[in-house]
């Protein structure tokens, strides 16, 4: 049976993953329609630094984000709250660091679909919000099941950032993989097999979840 502590920090990384994954798809999704469609010259700027976390060490965005975060860092000298060692903390590093898996997918599917149905649907009389919402996203929706997916599952599995930020307080900062490390410490593998056992399989499960989903929508276009 897990410990107590284990069944506290599951639910507090589906809540951490859940609520970023959230915020990621809410912010992500104009800036990746934005990406798609812009012919700035200078977007590939932007592309970069979207997707700076797939390069750079997870410990090197948390000892920023802390410095940002801390009781000494500009926030709090602007008057804002401390959010270091809180979950608010740990939102903002999930979305930051998790925000390429989400909004590359989403940038790729929006080019993907392409400017024809959109043209036709000019011509028709459509207005611009009434061609994003009935024809881009419809037609990005695989994209939106792959940036769902890979948010949510890039948030359960990390670690560095996450450290960082929220240090290792049961209860209120430890999330999955946190309580893993604690358990290979302590040599408690039984507990850490269950924990990690359990990451596999569903990780394993939203992956083919997505690859299903994706391969139907194929299937039914053509």
Known sequence: MPAAADIAALFLTLRLALLSTFILLLLGTPAAWWLARTQWRYKFLVEALVALPLVLPPTVLGFYLLIFLGANGPLAMLGGSTLAFTFSGLVIGSVIYSMPFVIQPLQDAFQAAGRRPLEVAATLGA??????LTIALPLARPGF???AVLGFAHTIGEFGVVLMIGGNI???????SIAIYDHVESLDYASAHLLAGGLILL??????????ANRRFR???L
């Open 127 to 132: 207005s611009p919000r009434d061609r994003f």
């Open 145 to 147: 099941i792959t940036a």
């Open 219 to 221: 299937v039914a276009r």
């Open 170 to 176: 049961p209860g209120r900062t430890q999330v999955l």
């Open 203 to 212: 990780s394993f499960l939203m992956l083919a979840a997505v690859y299903g």
